[in-house]
């Protein structure tokens, strides 16, 4: 298995911190998606029109979609945006 490093940009750091402050698991949620992307990057789904991955994630009662790009070396995250907290969100 290749372990790929993952690269946060300061927004990203922000969006973070932020969940931090209405989620007592946010920090879990970040250790968890950074040793996931890490590890399986792969996982993810295309993201229709774009070249990225989305990975769905639900921290708490709120949903997430990361979207992000990965090679052989790095994941690069691109977003971290709120989804509706709809089951059939990602089963789309």
């Known amino acids: ?8 940009t300061p927004e990203d750091l922000l969006a973070f911190e932020e969940l931090r ?9 970040q250790i968890g ?6 590890r399986h990057p792969e996982w993810g789904n295309a993201a229709p029109y774009v070249s ?20 052989e070396s790095k994941v690069r995250l691109l977003a971290l945006r ?5 089951p059939a969100y990602f089963d789309a």
């Open 1 to 8: 298995m290749k372990l790929r490093s993952v690269e946060l």
């Open 21 to 29: 402050r209405s989620s007592p698991r946010a920090n879990d949620f």
């Open 33 to 38: 998606l950074e040793w996931s992307l890490a």
């Open 52 to 71: 990225c991955s989305i990975y769905p994630v639900q921290v708490g009662a709120r949903r997430f979609a990361v979207y992000y790009e990965y090679d």
């Open 82 to 86: 709120s989804v509706p907290n709809d």
